[in-house]
Every structure is written in structure tokens, then in C-alpha cells.
């Protein structure tokens, strides 16, 4: 399979237990939502200064994790 034609192929989201980053996003709302997917999306922080602001909130998350989220490799996407 070439890659132009894998382009069609979207990433799909799972039914069942998502990942720690996505079961953060799926708690959050408002503004700290909006503070998370800017960290995660937006304003290129990295993994770790997004996992130390996350545990310095008490939200336990996964490091790892929030690459495999951004990158659409975790099981969220699967």
C-alpha cells in the first residue's frame, strides 16, 4: 500500500478505556480543557513541562502517554 493511499484512512476513535491524556481531556472543561490542548496542540510545550504542570495540578497522566496522544498512537485512536 502506497502512502498517498493511506490518506483516506483517518484515525478512527475507540470505543472503551482511553489513554490517561484522553481521560483527562474527557474530565477537564472550560477553561482548563482549553489550557490542556493549548500545552498539548498549540503552543509546542514538551512532554515533560506538560507532564510537570499536569502533576503539579494533582492530575495523574502517564509521560509517555502524551506523545503517544498527540501523535494519535495511543489507544484512544486505535
Not at 18 to 31: E, F, N, Q
Request: aromatic share 6%; net charge positive; with cysteine.
Amino acid at each position: 500500500m502506497a502512502l498517498k493511499d493511506q490518506l483516506d484512512q483517518t484515525p478512527a476513535r475507540m470505543s472503551g478505556k482511553p489513554c490517561s491524556v484522553g481521560a483527562l481531556i474527557a474530565r477537564l472543561d472550560g477553561a482548563e480543557l482549553e489550557a490542556l490542548e493549548a500545552m498539548l496542540y498549540k503552543l509546542g510545550w514538551s512532554q515533560s513541562r506538560i507532564y510537570q504542570a499536569c502533576a503539579a495540578e494533582g492530575y495523574i497522566i502517564g509521560e509517555q502517554s502524551i506523545n503517544r496522544h498527540r501523535s494519535q498512537g495511543c489507544r484512544c485512536f486505535k
